[in-house]
């Protein structure tokens, strides 16, 4: 992919989210691993997931002992995967608490390919969070036809 700007990082990000909805992993891995490559792009989808994420938590709003869970699971007995959904939690938690410091430090020690791996989570986690709710809107428009349907008739 080509040098993205703050907008097209956004898109890209979302791109990646419904590539997974639709079990298109391969292309949601190659989005990832264009938006890790460079600081301001990674940011931008960090944000992006983290809007999806922390809906309803207003930044700062949460006590700085608070962890917000990642809702990927780690693979058992695989310790990246594990520092990655590690690395995911701690930067939601410093979203959430307002506390930048906390989330460039937790990116300032990971590597680049641990940076993907972590950015990979969160894109994970927010694609599920969409799914869930897409499924949760279809079960409340199938409840809505049935009964007003019903009703009707």
Wanted: net charge negative.
């Amino acid at each position: 992919m080509q040098r993205l700007d703050d907008v097209q990082a956004r898109e890209v990000t979302l791109a990646a989210m419904g590539a997974i909805n639709r079990r298109d992993h391969p292309w949601s891995i190659e989005a990832v691993r264009c938006l890790a490559s460079e600081e301001r792009t990674r940011m931008v989808a960090i944000d992006t997931c983290a809007a999806v994420l922390l809906r309803g938590v207003p930044r700062g709003s949460l006590n700085p002992s608070v962890r917000i869970p990642v809702s990927v699971p780690a693979t058992p007995g695989d310790r990246t995967s594990a520092q990655a959904v590690e690395a995911a939690s701690e930067v939601l938690s410093g979203l959430a608490c307002g506390d930048d410091g906390r989330v460039v430090v937790v990116l300032g020690v990971l590597g680049e390919e641990q940076r993907f791996d972590a950015l990979l989570v969160l894109v994970r986690a927010a694609a599920s969070w969409i799914d869930a709710f897409v499924g949760i809107d279809g079960d409340t428009v199938d409840a809505y036809y049935a009964i007003s349907k019903a009703e009707t008739t």
